[in-house]
Nanobody, 123 residues
Framework: QVQPVESGGGSAQAGGSLTLSCQAS????????ITWFRQAPGKEREGIAL????????TYADSVKGRFTMSRDNANRTVTLRMNSLKPEDSGMYYC????????????????WGQGTQVTVSS
């Protein structure tokens, strides 16, 4: 069983930066994909950054490519998401999802989810 716990959310001005962290209790399986999702009110949950099991390969959604950077540290059971050049449309609840067995942004493929951390970007 893996329990991700997100931290680092908060408020920022447009153009600013925030860094999110996800600490996984239990065994953050080294053969499983970990992905950051976000969800704005009234919208579907969106996958935005996906890390391969070793962290050597990161895939980004077009909406964040070039602005967000994800990293994975299996030794410390931590993943981070550095968010630069924030926009108001980046606002929402951000979730860390673990245990994925496919390189996919489909939320249904992840059995372990954190409670989320809120990000609010003002213009």
């Amino acid at each position: 069983q893996v329990q991700p716990v997100e931290s680092g959310g908060g408020s920022a001005q447009a153009g600013g930066s925030l860094t999110l962290s996800c600490q996984a209790s239990g065994d953050m399986s080294r053969d499983a994909v970990i992905t950051w999702f976000r969800q704005a009110p009234g919208k579907e949950r969106e996958g935005i950054a996906l890390a391969s099991p070793t962290g050597g390969s990161i895939t980004y959604a077009d909406s964040v490519k070039g602005r967000f950077t994800m990293s994975r540290d299996n030794a410390n059971r931590t993943v981070t998401l550095r968010m630069n050049s924030l926009k108001p449309e980046d606002s929402g609840m951000y979730y860390c999802a673990a245990g994925g067995r496919a390189y996919s942004f489909d939320p249904a493929r992840y059995p372990f989810w954190g409670q989320g951390t809120q990000v609010t970007v003002s213009s």
